[in-house]
C-alpha cells in the first residue's frame, strides 16, 4: 500500500465529525491505514478537539447536520481563526444547496453521500491536504531581500510543515544590541549593509548546523536548528566578524533560546518565549545568550500584566494604603509618635502583592509617579480624619521614589495635597531614599531645598545603605536620619554594624537631627538602641504595617493613656 506521510515519515492526523456513529465508522475504517484519525460526535466536540494546543490536524472532514453546533457554524469559526484557517476542510453533505453555501464559506471540497468507494475518498483527502499544504508555503514569499534569509511567513510555514518535530530542536532570536544607534550614526545604508552581512554570517552557521533562519522584523532574525550543546561560541564568532565588517567596532549581539520541548506546540510561541529572553538581557555586559526558563518568563509575564493593571487597580481601590507606627524611645513608655504609609496592592485576582516586587518595576517605567500620588493622597486624607476623629495630628511619613525627584510638578503636586487637606507643614514627612543622591546629587539638593522652603520635612531613607553617606550629609539639609535596615539585622551579631549604628547616632547628634530606626523586632535591640539614645523605632516588635482602621485603634489608646497622664497630675 502507498505511503502518506510527512516529511518526517510521520501520520498526518484527520479530524472527523459526524453526529452518526455508523458514518465515524465507515469514514474511520476507509482513513485510519493512512492517518491518525479522531473523532467527534458533533460541532461542540470537534471545536474543543481543534482548540486543543497540540492538535494540529492536516485535514477535517465535516458533516453539515449536527445538533448544538452545526457544520456550518463549524466552518465560521475556523475561518475567524488565524491558526484552524489554514486546516482544509472537507464537508460530507447530501444536498446540493448545501455543497455550494459551505465551499463559499471556505470549505475546500466535498464528499457527497452516501460514500463513494473508499480508494476514491481516500485520494480526495490526499489531495485536498497536498493542495492546502502547498498553498501554505507558496502563500508566503520565500525571501528577505536585505538578509536573504527566509521571509518570517515562509519560515513559519516551513515549520509548520515539519511538524510533529523530528529531533530535539531550539528556536533562537538573535538580535543586533542598539542597532537604531547604527542607523542614527552611519546612515540607513550602512544599517542595511549590517543587517545583510549578518544574514550571510547566519547563511554560513547553518552550513555547519541544521536548520533554518529568517529575518522577523529590523535587526531581530529567527533561527530554528537542531539542538545545541551551547550557543555562546557561534554568537561570539559571528558577533566578532560583524563588528570586523561594520562601521560600528563596538557591535554587540545577543541570543535568546527556547527549547523546542511539546512536539506540536505552537511555533510563534516558542520564538515569543525566545525573544523575551533575548530582550531580557538587552544592555546587559556579560553572556551574549540566554536561555529560557520558566522562572524568568513567569516573572516578566507577571510584570507585564502588573503594568497593565496599574490603572485599573487606582480607579477601583486595589491600592491599599498601609500605617506603620513608629514610637519614641526614650521616655518611661514608648509613644506612639508617627507612621509610615506604605502601599499594598490587594490585586482582585492574583492577591496579595509586595511593594518589593512591584515598586522597583514601575520605577523602571515612570507609573511609580501615579501610583505614589495616589499614595500621598490617600495618606493625607487619613491624616485629617484620623485630626477630626480623634483631635490627635499623627505625623505621617510618605515615600517619594526617586523617579518622582525629577518630576518638575513635584512641590505642586504636593503643596496641593497638603492644602486640600488642610494640612500644616509637620503633618506629612517625605521619605527619600539615600541612593537617590547617587542618581543626580545636584538634582536632589535643589528639590530637597525647595521642598524644605515650602516646609516639608525630609526624612532620610535607608541611610547607610548607598555609597554616598557621609558626602551627603554635607551638602543635604534633612530632618530626619532613618537607620538602613539591615544596620540593626546585624547590629547584635557583629561588632562592625554595632560601631557603625552608634557612629550614625553621633553624626545625627552633631547635625541636632532625630535617628529612626526601622526593622527593630526584638526587644534585645531596642533595648541596644534606646542606650545609644536613638529617639525613634519603628518595627515589628511594635507593629506590622496596619491598616487605617486598625491604626485608628492605636491612636484612641495613645489619646485615653494622655488622658490618663493628665488626670495624674
Ligand atoms: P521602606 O520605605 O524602607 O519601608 C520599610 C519596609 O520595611 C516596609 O516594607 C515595612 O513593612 C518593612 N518593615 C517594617 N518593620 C519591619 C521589621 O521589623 N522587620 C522586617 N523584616 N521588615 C519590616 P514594605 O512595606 O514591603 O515596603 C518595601 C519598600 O517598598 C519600602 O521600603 C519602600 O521603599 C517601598 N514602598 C512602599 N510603599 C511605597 C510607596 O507608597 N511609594 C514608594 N515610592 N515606595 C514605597
Ligand atoms: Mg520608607
Ligand atoms: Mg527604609
Redesign the pocket.
Given at each position: 500500500m502507498k505511503q502518506f506521510l510527512t516529511a518526517n515519515g510521520l501520520k498526518r492526523r484527520v479530524l472527523i465529525v459526524d453526529d452518526e456513529l455508523i458514518n465515524r465508522e465507515l469514514l474511520g475504517a476507509m482513513l485510519s491505514q493512512t492517518f491518525e484519525i479522531d473523532f467527534a460526535a458533533d460541532g461542540e466536540e470537534a471545536m474543543a478537539a481543534l482548540m486543543q494546543p497540540e492538535a494540529a490536524y492536516s485535514l477535517i472532514l465535516l458533516d453539515l447536520m449536527m445538533p448544538k453546533l452545526d457544520g456550518f457554524e463549524v466552518i465560521r469559526r475556523c475561518q475567524a481563526d488565524e491558526s484552524l484557517r489554514r486546516v482544509p476542510i472537507i464537508v460530507m453533505t447530501s444536498e446540493k444547496s448545501a455543497e455550494v453555501r459551505s465551499i463559499r464559506m471556505g470549505a475546500a471540497d466535498f464528499i457527497t453521500k452516501p460514500y463513494d468507494m473508499p480508494e476514491v475518498i481516500l485520494a480526495r483527502c490526499e489531495r485536498i491536504i497536498e493542495l492546502s499544504e502547498d498553498k501554505s508555503i507558496i502563500r508566503s514569499t520565500e525571501r528577505d531581500k536585505v538578509s536573504g534569509l527566509y521571509t518570517r511567513g515562509y519560515f513559519f510555514a516551513y515549520i509548520r510543515r515539519m511538524l510533529p518535530l523530528p529531533t530535539p530542536m531550539d528556536a533562537l532570536v538573535l538580535n543586533i544590541d542598539r542597532f537604531h544607534m547604527i542607523n542614527e550614526l552611519f546612515g540607513r545604508e550602512e544599517g542595511d549593509r549590517v543587517l545583510s552581512c549578518f544574514g550571510a554570517l547566519i547563511r554560513e552557521l547553518l552550513t555547519r548546523i541544521r536548520g533554518i533562519a529568517c529575518r522577523s522584523e529590523s535587526d531581530t532574525f529567527f533561527l530554528f536548528c537542531e539542538r545545541q550543546e551551547d550557543y555562546e561560541e557561534a554568537v561570539a564568532l559571528m558577533q566578532q566578524k560583524l563588528a570586523e565588517q561594520a562601521r560600528s567596532r563596538s557591535l554587540r549581539l545577543r541570543a535568546g533560546i527556547y527549547a523546542c520541548e511539546n512536539l506540536s506546540d505552537d511555533p510563534e510561541l516558542w520564538f515569543s518565549r525566545a525573544k523575551t529572553v533575548c530582550d531580557r538581557i538587552r544592555g546587559q555586559y556579560g553572556a551574549l545568550t540566554a536561555r529560557y526558563n520558566s522562572e524568568l518568563y513567569e516573572r516578566t509575564m507577571l510584570h507585564e500584566r502588573l503594568i497593565g493593571d496599574v490603572n485599573d487597580a487606582i480607579r477601583n481601590g486595589d491600592f491599599v494604603?498601609?500605617f506603620?507606627p513608629k514610637y519614641r524611645i526614650q521616655g518611661d513608655r514608648p509613644v506612639l509618635a508617627s507612621a509610615?504609609?506604605?502601599?499594598?496592592w490587594i490585586h482582585p485576582e492574583l492577591g496579595f502583592i509586595?511593594?518589593?516586587e512591584f515598586?522597583p518595576l514601575?520605577?523602571n517605567n515612570g507609573l511609580?509617579r501615579q501610583?505614589?500620588h495616589y499614595?500621598?493622597q490617600k495618606a493625607a486624607e487619613q491624616i485629617r480624619r484620623w485630626r477630626d476623629t480623634y483631635g490627635l495630628s499623627i505625623p505621617v511619613s510618605?515615600?517619594?521614589?526617586r523617579?518622582?525627584i525629577m518630576d518638575p510638578e513635584l512641590e505642586n503636586k504636593l503643596c496641593a495635597i497638603r492644602d486640600e487637606c488642610a494640612l500644616s507643614p509637620s503633618d506629612l514627612l517625605l521619605?527619600i531614599?539615600e541612593s537617590a543622591y547617587s542618581d543626580s546629587a545636584d538634582r536632589l539638593i535643589s528639590v530637597i531645598n525647595s521642598l524644605r522652603d515650602k516646609g516639608f520635612r525630609i526624612e532620610m531613607?535607608?541611610f547607610g545603605s548607598g555609597y554616598s553617606s557621609l558626602n551627603m550629609l554635607t551638602e543635604i539639609p534633612i530632618d530626619v536620619l532613618?537607620l538602613?535596615?539591615q544596620f540593626i539585622?546585624r547590629m547584635l551579631l557583629d561588632e562592625k554594624s554595632l560601631m557603625l549604628v552608634k557612629l550614625v547616632m553621633d553624626i545625627a547628634g552633631f547635625l541636632k537631627v532625630p535617628v529612626v530606626a526601622?526593622?527593630?523586632?526584638e526587644e534585645a535591640q531596642l533595648t541596644a538602641l534606646r542606650e545609644m539614645g536613638c529617639d525613634i523605632v519603628?518595627?515589628?516588635?511594635f507593629s506590622?504595617?496596619l491598616p487605617a482602621e486598625r491604626f485608628g485603634e492605636l491612636i484612641e489608646k495613645e489619646c485615653q493613656r494622655r488622658a490618663e497622664n493628665h488626670d495624674h497630675h
Amino acid at each position: 500500500m502507498k505511503q502518506f506521510l510527512t516529511a518526517n515519515g510521520l501520520k498526518r492526523r484527520v479530524l472527523i465529525v459526524d453526529d452518526e456513529l455508523i458514518n465515524r465508522e465507515l469514514l474511520g475504517a476507509m482513513l485510519s491505514q493512512t492517518f491518525e484519525i479522531d473523532f467527534a460526535a458533533d460541532g461542540e466536540e470537534a471545536m474543543a478537539a481543534l482548540m486543543q494546543p497540540e492538535a494540529a490536524y492536516s485535514l477535517i472532514l465535516l458533516d453539515l447536520m449536527m445538533p448544538k453546533l452545526d457544520g456550518f457554524e463549524v466552518i465560521r469559526r475556523c475561518q475567524a481563526d488565524e491558526s484552524l484557517r489554514r486546516v482544509p476542510i472537507i464537508v460530507m453533505t447530501s444536498e446540493k444547496s448545501a455543497e455550494v453555501r459551505s465551499i463559499r464559506m471556505g470549505a475546500a471540497d466535498f464528499i457527497t453521500k452516501p460514500y463513494d468507494m473508499p480508494e476514491v475518498i481516500l485520494a480526495r483527502c490526499e489531495r485536498i491536504i497536498e493542495l492546502s499544504e502547498d498553498k501554505s508555503i507558496i502563500r508566503s514569499t520565500e525571501r528577505d531581500k536585505v538578509s536573504g534569509l527566509y521571509t518570517r511567513g515562509y519560515f513559519f510555514a516551513y515549520i509548520r510543515r515539519m511538524l510533529p518535530l523530528p529531533t530535539p530542536m531550539d528556536a533562537l532570536v538573535l538580535n543586533i544590541d542598539r542597532f537604531h544607534m547604527i542607523n542614527e550614526l552611519f546612515g540607513r545604508e550602512e544599517g542595511d549593509r549590517v543587517l545583510s552581512c549578518f544574514g550571510a554570517l547566519i547563511r554560513e552557521l547553518l552550513t555547519r548546523i541544521r536548520g533554518i533562519a529568517c529575518r522577523s522584523e529590523s535587526d531581530t532574525f529567527f533561527l530554528f536548528c537542531e539542538r545545541q550543546e551551547d550557543y555562546e561560541e557561534a554568537v561570539a564568532l559571528m558577533q566578532q566578524k560583524l563588528a570586523e565588517q561594520a562601521r560600528s567596532r563596538s557591535l554587540r549581539l545577543r541570543a535568546g533560546i527556547y527549547a523546542c520541548e511539546n512536539l506540536s506546540d505552537d511555533p510563534e510561541l516558542w520564538f515569543s518565549r525566545a525573544k523575551t529572553v533575548c530582550d531580557r538581557i538587552r544592555g546587559q555586559y556579560g553572556a551574549l545568550t540566554a536561555r529560557y526558563n520558566s522562572e524568568l518568563y513567569e516573572r516578566t509575564m507577571l510584570h507585564e500584566r502588573l503594568i497593565g493593571d496599574v490603572n485599573d487597580a487606582i480607579r477601583n481601590g486595589d491600592f491599599v494604603v498601609y500605617f506603620q507606627p513608629k514610637y519614641r524611645i526614650q521616655g518611661d513608655r514608648p509613644v506612639l509618635a508617627s507612621a509610615e504609609a506604605l502601599i499594598r496592592w490587594i490585586h482582585p485576582e492574583l492577591g496579595f502583592i509586595s511593594p518589593g516586587e512591584f515598586i522597583p518595576l514601575f520605577e523602571n517605567n515612570g507609573l511609580i509617579r501615579q501610583v505614589d500620588h495616589y499614595v500621598w493622597q490617600k495618606a493625607a486624607e487619613q491624616i485629617r480624619r484620623w485630626r477630626d476623629t480623634y483631635g490627635l495630628s499623627i505625623p505621617v511619613s510618605v515615600n517619594v521614589s526617586r523617579v518622582d525627584i525629577m518630576d518638575p510638578e513635584l512641590e505642586n503636586k504636593l503643596c496641593a495635597i497638603r492644602d486640600e487637606c488642610a494640612l500644616s507643614p509637620s503633618d506629612l514627612l517625605l521619605e527619600i531614599t539615600e541612593s537617590a543622591y547617587s542618581d543626580s546629587a545636584d538634582r536632589l539638593i535643589s528639590v530637597i531645598n525647595s521642598l524644605r522652603d515650602k516646609g516639608f520635612r525630609i526624612e532620610m531613607d535607608d541611610f547607610g545603605s548607598g555609597y554616598s553617606s557621609l558626602n551627603m550629609l554635607t551638602e543635604i539639609p534633612i530632618d530626619v536620619l532613618k537607620l538602613d535596615m539591615q544596620f540593626i539585622r546585624r547590629m547584635l551579631l557583629d561588632e562592625k554594624s554595632l560601631m557603625l549604628v552608634k557612629l550614625v547616632m553621633d553624626i545625627a547628634g552633631f547635625l541636632k537631627v532625630p535617628v529612626v530606626a526601622e526593622g527593630v523586632e526584638e526587644e534585645a535591640q531596642l533595648t541596644a538602641l534606646r542606650e545609644m539614645g536613638c529617639d525613634i523605632v519603628q518595627g515589628y516588635y511594635f507593629s506590622p504595617p496596619l491598616p487605617a482602621e486598625r491604626f485608628g485603634e492605636l491612636i484612641e489608646k495613645e489619646c485615653q493613656r494622655r488622658a490618663e497622664n493628665h488626670d495624674h497630675h
